[in-house]
């Protein structure tokens, strides 16, 4: 499961392990959402957004 974009799910990106959020064969969907917030390229998308709404006009 990736969440934000299922754009990454076949992208490579090692640093942020594939964008892989977890797979629902081995945990709920639930479960793997509730631990979204906590991988590297979710918090930095989240800071990302954060950042754009408290400097961008848009």
């Given amino acids: 499961m990736?969440?934000?974009s299922p754009e990454l799910a076949d992208r490579a990106a090692p640093e942020y392990g594939d964008f892989?959020?977890?797979n629902i064969l081995d945990r709920s969907l639930p479960a793997i959402l509730d631990d979204a917030r906590r991988l590297d390229h979710v918090s930095?998308?989240?800071?990302?957004?954060?950042r754009c709404e408290a400097e961008c006009e848009f």
């Fill in 2 to 4: 990736v969440p934000l």
């Fill in 20 to 22: 892989v959020a977890g």
């Fill in 44 to 50: 930095d998308f989240l800071t990302g957004l954060d």
